[in-house]
């Protein structure tokens, strides 16, 4: 069998429109989870990872703590606790560096990567229920705007895989805080995170990865780890890199 890469073991966004390079691993690209018993192997194949993305094994990672904490990646390690990252480097595209890679793990929940046109800033958000309904994704666009001076038309986002509407049965003491997108006991995180950032940024400018971290399936193998499938504690890893 051929060795394939990490980036071959995921699922690239390839839209033409988008400025950087982005994606989210498949199961069988391995275990990216940060409380893994074998810590080493965890750091192989994020230093692996950004190799392939950037040259060099710089990243910042995300420790999800499912709620609105944002981080600048200007001032953060290789691990963070927060739920997103934002890298501006104004000296960008004129030094042709493309930076550190920003990651962020996942198991149903959806992960939102944005970028600048000029690729000077990148960003990624995990957005889970808890997230969402602390508005993460619009105070981060705030953050964007205010403290970057980005201008939102020139901005970009993908919306990574998490579980789909078909799949995400919640409670009513959950769907409660999410109105329209909460029917018949099944919630649209998706949907709903659209709705959050249509006031900030152009319809056209915002992309779906229209898959399911529950249910989506090539053949007998699923394409994604879940947590709501089996309660695993492996993770998918959502990436974001300037391309240089």
């Given at each position: 069998?051929?060795?394939?890469t990490?980036l071959?073991?995921?699922?690239?966004?390839?839209?033409?429109?988008?400025?950087?390079?982005?994606g989210?691993?498949?199961?069988l690209?391995?275990?990216?989870?940060v409380?893994?018993?074998?810590?080493?192997?965890?750091f192989s194949l994020?230093?692996?990872?950004?190799r392939?993305?950037?040259?060099?094994?710089?990243?910042?990672?995300?420790?999800?703590?499912?709620?609105?904490?944002?981080?600048?990646?200007?001032s953060?390690?290789n691990w963070?606790?927060?739920?997103?990252?934002?890298?501006?480097?104004?000296?960008?595209?004129?030094?042709k560096?493309?930076?550190?890679?920003?990651?962020?793990?996942?198991?149903?929940c959806?992960?939102?990567?944005?970028?600048?046109?000029?690729?000077?800033?990148?960003?990624?958000?995990?957005?889970?229920?808890?997230?969402?309904?602390?508005?993460?994704?619009?105070?981060?666009?705030?953050k964007i705007?205010?403290?970057f001076?980005?201008?939102?038309?020139?901005?970009?986002a993908v919306?990574?895989p998490?579980?789909?509407d078909?799949c995400?049965?919640?409670g009513?003491d959950?769907g409660?805080f999410?109105a329209?997108?909460?029917?018949d006991?099944y919630?649209d995180l998706?949907?709903?995170?659209?709705r959050?950032?249509?006031?900030?940024?152009?319809?056209?400018?915002?992309?779906i990865?229209?898959?399911?971290?529950?249910?989506?399936?090539?053949?007998?193998?699923r394409?994604?780890?879940?947590y709501?499938?089996?309660r695993?504690?492996?993770?998918?890893?959502v990436f974001?890199?300037?391309k240089?």
């Open positions: 069998m051929p060795y394939l990490l071959e073991k995921s699922l690239l966004f390839k839209e033409a429109s988008f400025p950087a390079k982005t989210i691993t498949y199961s690209a391995g275990d990216f989870s409380w893994q018993d074998d810590k080493a192997n965890e994020n230093m692996r990872l950004a392939e993305l950037t040259g060099d094994g710089h990243y910042h990672k995300l420790i999800a703590d499912h709620g609105d904490q944002i981080l600048d990646a200007n953060c390690g963070n606790h927060g739920d997103g990252l934002i890298d501006f480097d104004p000296s960008f595209p004129e030094k560096r493309s930076g550190a890679a920003l990651f962020s793990t996942t198991a149903d959806p992960t939102v990567v944005f970028c600048s046109d000029d690729q000077r800033l990148i960003a990624i958000v995990h957005s889970g229920w808890r997230g969402t309904k602390a508005d993460i994704i619009p105070k981060a666009l705030v705007k205010i403290d001076k980005i201008d939102l038309s020139k901005v970009k919306i990574f998490g579980i789909c078909g995400y049965k919640v009513e959950v409660s999410f329209e997108s909460f029917q006991g919630l998706r949907g709903f995170i659209i959050q950032m249509n006031p900030y940024l152009d319809q056209k400018n915002i992309h990865v229209p898959y399911c971290s529950l249910h989506s399936a090539d053949g007998d193998h394409l994604f780890e879940s709501r499938f089996n695993t504690a492996q993770r998918n890893l974001v890199a300037r240089t």
